[in-house]
């Protein structure tokens, strides 16, 4: 009894931590809406919705092993060509992968 009053805030503590830090990686991570589909055709008229989620998908899958995803948004579009270029040998993707992700990342990059 007395164990159980004693350890259950610890739980409640870090079920709350984890939650935190889940919505922190969400946002940074961010989900693709229309607009942002609008933003990537207008830089290229043949993405997809369907290329973005599967870019955000492999960058969440491939790109998170080794380090915490970078929010797309720390890199203007041509430090991403030139991280990802770097980094395509290290995560194992083919050139597909390499395309998806990083139209995703150029999508959400900043100016
Ligand atoms: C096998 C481990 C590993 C995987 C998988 C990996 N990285 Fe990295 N990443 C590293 C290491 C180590 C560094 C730091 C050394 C460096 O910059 O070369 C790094 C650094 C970076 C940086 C910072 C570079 C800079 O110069 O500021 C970015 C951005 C990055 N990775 C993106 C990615 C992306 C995107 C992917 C998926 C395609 C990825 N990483 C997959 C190991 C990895």
Redesign the pocket.
């Known amino acids: 009894m007395r164990g159980a009053s004693v350890r259950a805030p610890f739980r409640w503590v870090s079920l709350m931590a984890a939650l935190a830090l889940g919505s922190a990686c969400a946002s940074a991570v961010p989900q693709v809406t229309g607009a942002d589909l609008a933003r990537a055709q207008a830089r290229d008229p043949g993405v997809s919705e369907a290329d973005l989620q599967r870019g955000r998908t492999?960058?969440l899958s491939?790109?998170?092993?080794?380090?915490a995803?970078?929010p797309p948004a720390?890199?203007n579009a041509e430090?991403?060509h030139h991280?990802?270029a770097?980094?395509?040998a290290?995560?194992?993707?083919d050139a597909e992968?390499?395309r998806l992700?990083l139209v995703y990342?150029e999508t959400f990059a900043r100016p």
């Open positions: 492999l960058y491939r790109c998170t092993s080794c380090h995803p970078f720390s890199r430090a991403w991280d990802l770097k980094m395509r290290l995560a194992g993707i992968q390499e992700i990342l």
